[in-house]
Nanobody, 114 residues
Framework: QVQLVESGGGLVQPGGSLRLSCTASGSILSIYTMGWYRQAPEKPREFVARIRFGGSTNYADSAKGRFIISRDNAKNTVYLQMNSLTPEDTAVYYC????????WGQGIQVTVSS
């Protein structure tokens, strides 16, 4: 009954920007954290960024200074503004929601290429 809908991915040139969105719907009563992970081909999934109920944030070293995570609690939506993208950012990005249990989105492709 819980669904995470991701949007905003696609193809972008190096140095460009994208904004990912993830909206949670269904029977989630309380969302403690929302965040993003990513997985490049033949590589393990890795943490990118997260934001907690109180607003505190964490970023992977690769994201610091380039990515900004934000949220709209009323809409159960998390955003990831990605700037100064490089080919190394190419991956499938997965929305992650931490409530009483953990939920994952289907993943959305981000490709950074000229």
């Amino acid at each position: 009954q819980v669904q995470l809908v991701e949007s905003g991915g696609g193809l972008v040139q190096p140095g460009g920007s994208l904004r990912l969105s993830c909206t949670a719907s269904g029977s989630i009563l309380s969302i403690y954290t929302m965040g993003w992970y990513r997985q490049a081909p033949e590589k393990p999934r890795e943490f990118v960024a997260r934001i907690r109920f109180g607003g505190s944030t964490n970023y992977a070293d690769s994201a610091k200074g380039r990515f900004i995570i934000s949220r709209d609690n009323a809409k159960n939506t998390v955003y990831l503004q990605m700037n100064s993208l490089t080919p190394e950012d190419t991956a499938v990005y997965y929305c992650n929601v931490g409530a009483r249990t953990e939920y994952w989105g289907q993943g959305i492709q981000v490709t950074v290429s000229s």
